[in-house]
């Protein structure tokens, strides 16, 4: 029980601690006393506190710096870009195992978009600094091994309720050999498991063999179950968390070649071209960013599937995916949130070289205006629905905000409003008919009545004026009887001078006719802009005027006179006809046509004599206002940019390096000399932009220097400091007192970097280093845009690129399928030819077949897949290569083949075919490229057979080993041998029969025995290299592409049977049956043996008399059991006895061990009473011999 309240205690959230209050300081004064107690109770007592044991404070240590150690790795330069592109995440599993419901989700979950038919590369933005490309791999092996080949982070999905299957161990296998990527488990299907016992076995068994294949510990998900058709969110959510935090080792392949993964494919190939030969080689370009190392241009690139190609030309865009902001935030907004997928129909812009595709859906195309003329002029008269008269007697003006509108009936008695009401009217009936169209959609006048009367002529449905789309112009609402009206400002001009002379007119207002002719201006000006915009955007109706003309005299329009550009001049027209009294013919009469060719003449001189932009003409009208930036991102994501758009203008307009004479300035003027003094050198500078002072600062930091090695001081040139005034001189004494300050800093800072480590070990220095490394790898071209820096460096990786390859294959085109990846993989400068390649291989251990010498393998070796005729071998102690005809069960052999020139170390692996839907294990073998050596020598054995045809003694003369009296004398002295194995010695040739010799052998020969002469023969490796070309096959039958069929394939495909020699057939052994005589013995013999050895006269037992069968006996039932229980007791008895008998055995044993040991000792006793014995009897004997002696001597 308490131990569930600790669980539920620990569960809870942990309550948010206060930083300030009585309450907090209370808390902290208490723990600095504590703090303050255990200090004083260690100083009180010190071995309290001490190491106790220091074997077990050894062991601690050891165990502390063997995880650190575990940790370190071999550290890299760090040469990942700032902007790095996107992470390749490779979804793989078998059919039917959730791969695409799970990057649904994962999409889903970092976006908040759906999607719905994925379809090639989907590439997110996931966080502040990463992005993700999310593919799915499907169980072809070519795309298995394409992908592993530059995949970042893999996803593996297991089914749970199957277990693993070929394809998982498969992918891993590939990906042990191209380097391995980080590999992430995903089990799915849990929901099958009913019993939770058997789920968490089924997850503890999968968890540890995925251990086994990746390493101990690999992260591996759960999924559960699935709600409506997905996984669920806070499973999701968990996943995608660790996705966007983990790390990269960076892979030797990878990193050391350019790659693209291709994202969007467009075939550039001429239209005329094409309608000449459907198949002609495609000039394609393919768009994607750039991983790796940096590309140069003209780089030879090998696309998987295809083939090798060359690189026509490479160009950065901007980024259609790009990171956010580096603005400090938690989150993402929605708008960050973006989603490329161009294959998938996902990603509306796509910005190219030459153009800017926008993809509208179907639903926001307007039909009506799909089926109207797109020529503005023939639209804006198609839309005509009310007379000019009719606009005119509708028609109201307001001179001045909140006075009385002035009618037609008004303008009676005043002809100069007539003159400004006619004119009013002409402007409003071109610019009503524009408003009408719906494109422009803007008020002629900003007359709320005409307004109303324009809307009751048009046909019901459809909008009016006002409600009509805005665009490329700033409104402004004026108020007239609690009406609204629109009127607009000058948006656009010609230079800024002119826009800010406009702002000036408008602000004034001080005169109706002034405020009508600035009317007028404007209406002329937007109905000629509407005019020429009927393929224009938004962006470019915030241009200038010029450009629209020439548009519109480039469709053959024609352009009213340029009265919006001269509002000075309108003015003064304005007030002559106010002033004069002058009286029209006729009421309304349109008398602005009047003098037509002088106002043009009038307006053009006028622009002469304007100041020109030339900001403008040098850059073009690239930059904008803040307010048209808005208008310039498409989706508020990218920036379209036209340098195009003046071209035309540029072509018309009138040279602006030419003055007019009246705008020459009046230099005699003391005023003009003055404006211009300060731009030249000898004008007043500031302090910090004056040339002496930089000069004389240059001199202090360069001029002197001294020598820290020998103290010698370097002083500058005299004739310099002489030149340098007394006020710019630094005191001596101070600067020698830096200087000396300085050399004494120098020398501790090198005092302590030799002597000071530190904690610091090798591997920190290490990895010191390689950051200082990487950060002038970064610094070096940070300076410079991107269009100079790729001059110098290359493509670097990060970058979205667009690459244009010619000569492809029309099938890559026409059979284009985005399931399969496109990869253009770079290859390097030596990469692109052909050779002899020594490799080293190993038969997969899972794969049912061995390999045999000369059979086709397609091999993956690099970026490259291709089929090849490999030759293995093996070599000896002396260092031949001997050739093997099939490859070892359970070892490295070596295998010689013709193919790409590829770095030594590169791994690969071999598939016998891309084709097979068995269920067998698909990799044949692995291995790795030794070296690229074609001075190494294959040989097989060869045995020449030759038959003695006169022996002599030990010399014999054998024939029909060679052929010629020139083999013979190539093989002298070679070694020979007899299969009895008698060895001999090749002597010399013979003059007949032809190719016959002498040898001589240990022993004499027999005319039966068989000379034999070993020798080794050289095996030339075919030239065979058949690239895989499986992306030119149609669809759905990419997985089907094969190449050379081995010889056992060819033979069951046609059905041919081998044929075998008549001398190789194993023919049946016959033998005769032998029939033995009968062993007779003599009679003499047979009383001599034995009775068990002499013969038996055994005579045949004939059948058993009747009366001596005995009968068979039926017992009763208690009979039965009496003989049960006889039966167990007499079992119970045997194994009594038997147990008995054993143990009297081991009883006896013992018995017998123990009485060897008695006789031993007593053997013993009796060896030594023995000695004793017969020591004494000798001793005895020699003291006989003496005293038998010594009696002799006496005697004599």
Same mark, same amino acid.
């Given at each position: ?408 009936? /008004?303008? &009676? @008695?005043?002809?100069?409003? =007539? !003159? #400004?009401? %006619?004119? +009013?009217? $002409?402007? /409003?009936? &071109? @610019?009503?008919?524009?408003? =009408? !169209? #719906?494109? %422009?959609? +803007?008020? $002629? ?8 009367? =324009? ?742």
């Amino acid at each position: 029980m308490d131990g569930k309240v600790k669980e539920q205690k620990k569960e809870q959230k942990k309550h948010q601690q206060k930083n300030s209050g009585p309450k907090s300081e209370r808390k902290k004064s208490r723990k600095l006393d504590d703090a303050a107690v255990e200090e004083n109770e260690h100083k009180k007592n010190p071995k309290a506190f001490a190491v106790q044991s220091a074997v077990r404070m050894a062991k601690s240590f050891h165990r502390t710096q063997d995880l650190k150690t575990k940790k370190h790795h071999i550290p890299h330069v760090d040469r990942s870009p700032l902007d790095p592109p996107p992470i390749v995440v490779v979804v793989v599993g078998p059919p039917k195992v959730g791969k695409t419901t799970l990057i649904r989700c994962l999409i889903k979950n970092f976006t908040r978009q759906k999607l719905g038919d994925i379809r090639g590369p989907v590439t997110i933005v996931s966080g502040k600094k990463r992005r993700l490309t999310f593919i799915e791999c499907n169980n072809d092996i070519n795309t298995m091994i394409d992908l592993a080949k530059v995949a970042d982070l893999v996803l593996m999905l297991i089914d749970a309720s199957f277990g693993f299957e070929m394809e998982t161990f498969e992918f891993l296998n590939i990906c042990q050999v191209h380097g391995f990527p980080r590999i992430m488990g995903v089990l799915t299907h849990l929901d099958s498991f009913k019993n939770n016992k058997q789920l968490r076995t089924a997850k503890k068994v999968l968890k540890h063999r995925f251990w086994t294949e990746v390493y101990q510990g690999a992260k591996l998900f759960y999924l559960s179950g699935m709600v409506y058709g997905e996984y669920q969110a806070q499973e999701v959510k968990n996943l995608g968390r660790f996705i966007s935090v983990i790390k990269f080792r960076p892979l030797a392949w990878q990193t050391s070649h350019p790659y693209v993964f291709a994202d969007r494919m467009e075939d550039l190939t001429d239209p005329e071209t094409l309608r000449l030969d459907q198949k002609c080689d495609r000039t394609v370009s393919l768009y994607g960013y750039l991983r790796g190392t940096y590309l140069k241009k003209h780089t030879q690139v090998h696309i998987p599937g295809v083939g090798d190609f060359s690189v026509a030309d490479v160009g950065f865009l901007p980024d259609p995916c790009p990171l956010p902001d580096t603005k400090r935030k938690r989150t993402l907004n929605e708008k960050e949130r973006l989603l490329y997928a161009p294959m998938s129909g996902v990603g509306g812009v796509v910005y190219d070289k030459d153009a800017v595709y926008i993809d509208l859906p179907r639903g926001h195309v307007d039909r009506e205006q799909e089926s109207r003329p797109t020529t503005e002029l023939v639209r804006s008269l198609i839309d005509t629905h009310a007379t000019l008269d009719a606009k005119m007697a509708s028609s109201k003006v307001s001179l001045f905000r909140g006075s009385a509108t002035i009618t037609d009936t /008004d303008v &009676e @008695g005043d002809q100069q409003l =007539e !003159d #400004g009401e %006619d004119e +009013e009217g $002409g402007d /409003d009936e &071109e @610019g009503g008919d524009d408003g =009408e !169209d #719906g494109d %422009d959609g +803007e008020d $002629g006048e900003g007359n709320s009545d005409m307004d109303e009367a =324009e809307a009751s002529t048009e046909q019901p449905g459809k909008l009016t004026e006002p409600q009509r789309v805005q665009t490329g112009k700033r409104l402004k609402m004026s108020v007239d009887e609690g009406e609204p009206k629109v009127s607009e400002t000058l948006a656009f001009a010609d230079s800024e001078d002119d826009l800010e002379l406009s702002k000036e007119d408008l602000s004034e207002g001080e005169s109706a006719a002034e405020e009508s002719d600035e009317e007028d201006s404007e209406s002329e000006q937007i109905e000629t802009k509407a005019a020429g915009s009927a393929f224009c955007s938004d962006e470019e109706w915030t241009d200038d005027e010029p450009d629209v003309e020439s548009t519109m005299k480039s469709e053959g329009m024609e352009i009213p006179p340029p009265k919006t550009t001269e509002k000075d001049l309108k003015k003064a027209k304005a007030l002559e006809i106010k002033g004069s009294d002058q009286a029209y013919e006729t009421d309304g009469a349109l008398r602005w046509k009047d003098d037509l060719q002088q106002k043009a003449s009038e307006v053009f001189l006028k622009h002469q004599q304007a100041a020109p932009n030339l900001r403008k003409h040098v850059y073009g009208t690239g930059k904008v206002s803040e307010c048209q930036d808005l208008e310039a991102e498409l989706g508020g994501l990218f920036r379209v940019s036209r340098p195009e758009k003046s071209k035309t203008n540029l072509a018309d307009a009138a040279d602006c390096s030419r003055f007019h004479p009246d705008s020459l300035h009046n230099w005699d003027l003391e005023e003009m000399l003055h404006s211009i003094a300060d731009c030249f050198v000898t004008g007043k500078w500031e302090e910090w932009q004056d040339a002496a002072t930089l000069l004389k600062q240059d001199e202090n930091l360069y001029g002197d220097f001294e020598d820290l090695e020998t103290g010698e001081v370097h002083n500058g040139d005299d004739k310099d400091q002489e030149t340098q005034p007394e006020d710019v001189k630094v005191d001596d004494e101070t600067q020698k007192k830096n200087k000396r300050l300085e050399k004494k800093r120098r020398l501790k800072e090198r005092f302590d970097a030799e002597y000071d480590d530190g904690d610091a070990t090798y591997f920190d220095d290490l990895k010191e280093e390689m950051q200082i490394q990487a950060e002038l790898n970064r610094t070096e071209f940070e300076s410079m845009d991107d269009a100079t820096r790729v001059q110098y460096e290359g493509f670097r990786p990060g970058m979205y690129v667009r690459l244009e390859i010619a000569a492809l294959p029309c099938e890559f085109v026409t059979n284009f399928d985005p399931h399969y990846p496109v990869i253009l993989g770079g290859l390097g400068s030596s990469e692109g030819n052909v050779g002899y390649l020594q490799l080293r291989l190993k038969k997969h251990r899972w794969y049912h077949r061995i390999l045999k010498n000369r059979d086709p393998l397609i091999v993956s070796l690099g970026w490259r897949r291709f089929q090849a005729m490999p030759l293995y071998h093996i070599e000896d102690h002396n260092g031949r290569h001997r050739m093997l005809k099939y490859t070892p069960q359970h070892m490295h052999c070596g295998a010689s083949i013709w193919g790409p020139i590829t770095p030594q170390g590169t791994g690969f692996l071999a598939v016998q075919s891309v084709s097979e839907t068995k269920a067998n294990f698909r990799i044949a073998a692995t291995g790795v490229v030794l070296e690229l050596d074609k001075s190494v020598t294959l040989v097989k054995k060869l045995k020449l057979i030759g038959y003695p045809y006169k022996i002599y003694k030990n010399t014999s003369f054998i024939k029909g080993m060679f052929n010629t009296v020139l083999e013979v004398a190539k093989f002298e002295g070679a070694s020979v041998r007899t299969v009895s194995g008698v060895r001999g010695q090749i002597k010399k040739a013979l003059s007949t029969p032809a190719g016959a010799y002498r040898a001589t052998f240990e022993d004499r020969l027999l005319m039966s025995d068989i000379v034999f002469l070993r020798t080794w023969y050289p095996v030339a490796v075919p030239q065979l290299y058949n690239p895989v070309t499986s992306l030119l096959l149609p669809v759905g039958q990419k997985e089907n592409w094969s190449g050379m069929r081995t010889v056992g394939q060819l033979k069951h495909d046609l059905g041919l049977h081998y044929k075998p020699k008549p001398d190789s057939v194993y023919k049946p052994v016959v033998r005769a049956p032998r029939h033995f005589n009968r062993l007779n013995i003599p009679r003499q013999l047979q009383k001599a043996l034995p009775f068990k050895s002499k013969p038996k006269q055994d005579q045949g037992k004939g059948k058993t008399p009747r009366d001596l069968i005995r009968p068979t006996v039926v017992r009763e039932p208690h009979e039965r059991k009496v003989a049960a229980l006889l039966d167990a007791l007499s079992t119970v008895h045997s194994y009594q006895s038997k147990k008995a008998r054993g143990a009297q055995r081991l009883k006896h044993k013992d018995f017998l061990q123990q009485r060897e040991k008695q006789e031993g000792e007593k053997v013993k006793r009796q060896k030594e009473a023995k000695k004793k014995l017969y020591r004494m009897m000798g001793q005895q004997e020699n003291k006989s011999q003496r005293s038998s002696l010594k009696g002799a001597s006496q005697d004599g």
